[in-house]
């Protein structure tokens, strides 16, 4: 498999639940991605880690918590979700942290 | 707060004819990129653009990046269906401490056949 895969592609969740998002990328890039893109507005980055340490941060909630095990691999946990959560959840990588980014599909989130 | 802003947000012609899409700041870019997003898939980049008053062309498509470099465009010469998608400009803001992208909220473009 190449390229960036995320799953689940869709998710439905109560305000209650803990899940996590996956993100892989099968690219060797050394810097991954979180992006929410919401209707009407802009793709807002939320965090940046580049050789497994968070670089950016920008100031997310803190029921958005991120994992990032090694080089290959990021999640995105999320626990106590509000309906102004749903969104699409997009992550991406790069070789370097500034260098052309790779997008994967997006898991669209649903908070009840 | 930098904004990007894009015009038109959304867009729907007729296939053949001809478009031109805008993406504007009121800071310098230090560089611009160009995206392309269909339903259910993440951004593609398309086009980077560095040098203020460069042109690239990518067949159909042609992208100016601004003299002044706060401005771009993509223009797109008898469109396609396939070219129906998302149209997503993101720039990195000259002076500014980090490699962020700044995206716009994009441009909906529909061909119909």
């Known amino acids: 498999e190449t390229g960036v895969t995320q799953t689940p592609r869709h998710l439905v969740m109560g305000m209650t639940n803990k899940k996590s998002l996956k993100c892989e990328q099968h690219?060797?890039?050394?810097?991954m991605y979180w992006y929410k893109q919401s209707a009407k507005k802009p793709l807002e980055l939320m965090f940046v880690y580049s050789l497994e340490e968070r670089v950016e941060n920008n100031s997310v909630p803190s029921r958005f918590s991120p994992e990032c095990p090694n080089s290959s691999h990021l999640f995105l946990h999320l626990h106590t979700l509000q309906p102004e959560d749903s969104a699409l959840y997009l992550c991406?990588?790069?070789?370097?942290?500034?260098?052309?980014?790779?997008f994967g599909p997006g898991t669209r989130l649903t908070v009840l | 707060t930098q904004l990007l802003e894009q015009s038109p947000q959304f867009l729907s012609i007729q296939e053949g004819e001809n478009l031109t899409v805008y993406c504007n700041s009121s800071s310098v870019f230090s560089s611009l990129q160009w995206y392309r997003q269909e339903p259910g898939e993440g951004p593609v980049l398309l086009v980077t653009v560095v040098t203020g008053g460069e042109v690239k062309k990518l067949k159909r498509l042609t992208f100016q990046f601004g003299d002044a470099r706060k401005d771009s465009s993509l223009h797109i010469t008898a469109a396609q269906p396939g070219d129906t998608g998302l149209y997503l400009c993101?720039?990195?803001?000259?002076?500014?401490?980090?490699?962020?992208?700044?995206f716009g909220k994009g441009t909906k473009l529909s061909v119909i056949p």
């Open positions: 690219l060797g890039h050394n810097a």
């Open positions: 993101a720039g990195r803001y000259s002076g500014a401490g980090s490699y962020q992208l700044t």
């Open positions: 991406a990588s790069s070789r370097g942290w500034g260098d052309e980014q790779f």
